[in-house]
């Protein structure tokens, strides 16, 4: 698919340009990384050595579920121009099949499967589900997307806490199995830490090259004017709901994760309060680019965590740390509306740094 005319598009390699010298794509490719996600990469690859249970646990893994699941929003909204509400929602769909199609202790439905077969079958379910909520979704616009998805958001939390015949009500399923493979035990800090950063890197990447490939570029297109894009023989309906399938199943990858690192699901997992959420880590940490609900995540954990005592210290009351997420949301709509990555961009510019941070939703770099 292509977004320009063929006289407009710049040609890119292969016959055309011929041919390239053996591993000039790499090289080309290395010299793009910056020095300073190297160094992250590299910190992130020795954390365990680093940090001690807690921190590798409570605060890195749990970041990196969040930030899978911001992610979806982020792809939505960044490359879609759809802001969903909802994908907290999709997350819990998965998370509950998992539960239940798995090991647990519920007394509601626990049918007992091994977690090789639980797990696909559950990011099936929450796939399916966001696409045919993203289905009636993508007939809405603006503020009646956001409205539809919060409504879907809210019925699946009423749904869920009065039902317990399979939900096993406001309780939830408890004491849900985590793998054991390869003689690991993968609810353990360290591998869990691991696997976890594996998945967040491969839903980061793919979500980069997605956003470079013919889908993803039609996707932009979409967002920037459906109806030229209708003109030019585009399915605008079908690429907005593939786009909620593709979002939905990033977000069932971070539910399975999620319930395995808990140990159970129940309503308030996936409550419209946790959906509010997963939209501030999207945009704190900066909606235009998918570094950046990685990067709001790993804020709202710290905070999450620490906010709370230190309100306590100084004499607050603890309940009040929603107050400081909030200030911070507002502090970052109005004074950098694209996050922390927004105003890391603009301190490389300010510094005289070339080139942009990859795979930005709103330039032509990505």
């Known amino acids: 698919m292509a977004l320009a005319s063929d006289s407009n598009r710049p040609q890119a390699g292969g016959a055309h340009a011929g041919a390239a010298p053996a591993g000039a794509g790499f090289a080309d490719w290395a010299q793009k990384i910056h020095p300073a996600a190297a160094l992250v990469a590299i910190i992130l690859l020795f954390m365990p050595a680093l940090a001690n249970s807690f921190w590798l646990?409570?605060?890195?893994?749990?970041?990196?579920?969040?930030?899978?699941?911001?992610?979806?929003?982020?792809?939505?909204?960044g490359y879609g121009g759809m802001v969903s509400l909802m994908q907290m929602t999709v997350a819990g769909v998965a998370a509950y099949a998992c539960a239940i199609f798995g090991v647990s202790a519920s007394p509601a439905v626990n049918l007992g499967w091994p977690w090789w077969l639980a797990a696909p079958v559950a990011l099936a379910t929450g796939t399916a589900f966001g696409a045919l909520?993203?289905?009636?979704?993508?007939?809405?616009?603006?503020?009646?997307?956001?409205?539809?998805?919060?409504?879907?958001?809210?019925?699946?939390?009423?749904?869920?806490?009065?039902?317990?015949?399979?939900?096993?009500?406001?309780?939830?399923?408890?004491?849900?199995?985590?793998?054991?493979?390869?003689?690991?035990?993968?609810?353990?800090?360290?591998?869990f830490y691991y696997l976890t950063l594996a998945i967040a890197a491969?839903?980061?990447?793919?979500?980069?090259?997605?956003?470079?490939?013919?889908?993803?570029?039609?996707?932009?297109?979409?967002?920037?004017?459906?109806?030229?894009?209708?003109?030019?023989?585009?399915?605008v309906t079908a690429h907005r709901v593939a786009a909620y399938a593709f979002a939905s199943f990033l977000a069932s990858l971070g539910g399975v994760l999620l319930v395995?690192?808990?140990?159970?699901?129940?309503?308030?997992?996936?409550?419209?309060?946790?959906?509010?959420?997963?939209?501030?880590?999207?945009?704190?940490?900066?909606?235009?680019?998918?570094?950046?609900?990685?990067?709001?995540?790993?804020?709202?954990?710290i905070l999450k965590a620490f906010a709370i005592d230190l309100l306590v210290a100084v004499g607050l009351n603890g309940a009040r740390f929603r107050m400081l997420i909030g200030l911070g949301f507002l502090a970052i709509v109005l004074f950098s509306p694209d996050g922390f990555v927004g105003l890391w961009a603009r301190f490389r510019a300010a510094s005289g740094a070339a080139g942009k941070i990859p795979g930005g939703a709103g330039s032509r770099d990505g």
Not at 138 to 152: P, Q, S
Not at 206 to 223: D, E, I, T
Not at 260 to 280: F, Y
Request: with cysteine; aromatic share 14%.
């Open 57 to 77: 646990f409570q605060i890195f893994s749990w970041s990196f579920i969040l930030g899978m699941i911001g992610l979806s929003v982020m792809f939505l909204a």
């Open 133 to 191: 909520a993203g289905a009636l979704a993508v007939r809405t616009d603006g503020i009646y997307t956001i409205m539809i998805t919060l409504a879907i958001a809210a019925a699946f939390f009423y749904f869920t806490n009065e039902n317990y015949a399979i939900f096993n009500g406001h309780t939830g399923i408890n004491a849900v199995a985590a793998p054991h493979f390869l003689g690991v035990d993968w609810h353990a800090a360290i591998p």
């Open 202 to 235: 491969a839903c980061y990447f793919a979500v980069l090259y997605l956003s470079k490939a013919p889908f993803g570029l039609a996707l932009q297109g979409v967002r920037d004017n459906p109806r030229r894009m209708a003109a030019l023989g585009f399915n």
């Open 260 to 301: 395995w690192m808990n140990g159970e699901i129940a309503p308030s997992t996936a409550g419209v309060d946790a959906a509010i959420d997963i939209l501030v880590i999207a945009v704190v940490g900066g909606v235009t680019r998918p570094i950046g609900p990685f990067v709001g995540a790993l804020l709202y954990a």
